[in-house]
């Protein structure tokens, strides 16, 4: 499957300065970028090389999403506390 979204380079270069692998995938908030360790990739999933790092995709939310976009971010830092508001 060849995805039809994009990725925002400040999407990017988080994953890049992170130095981890990271999963799109559901919340009940909506699509969520998180840590591998957090969400564990699935053999389903589908693998983008970002720098060094690896952004797996949930093949059920890449049918729906047209952009990874710094708000699915945001909902991983809010949730964990990283993001002050």
């Known amino acids: ?3 039809l979204f ?3 380079e400040k ?3 988080y994953i890049r ?3 981890q692998d990271f999963r799109v995938c559901t919340s009940p908030e909506g699509p969520v970028l998180l840590p591998i360790g957090t969400a564990e990739p699935k053999p389903s999933d589908l693998k983008i090389l970002i720098g ?3 952004l797996y995709v949930s093949k059920l939310q890449a049918k729906y999403i047209k952009k990874v976009e710094w708000a699915m971010v945001e909902r991983f830092l809010n949730s964990s506390g990283e993001l002050d508001t």
């Open 6 to 8: 994009s990725i925002d």
């Open 1 to 3: 499957m060849i995805p």
């Open 11 to 13: 999407v990017r270069a």
């Open 17 to 19: 300065k992170s130095g």
């Open 52 to 54: 060094s790092n690896i």
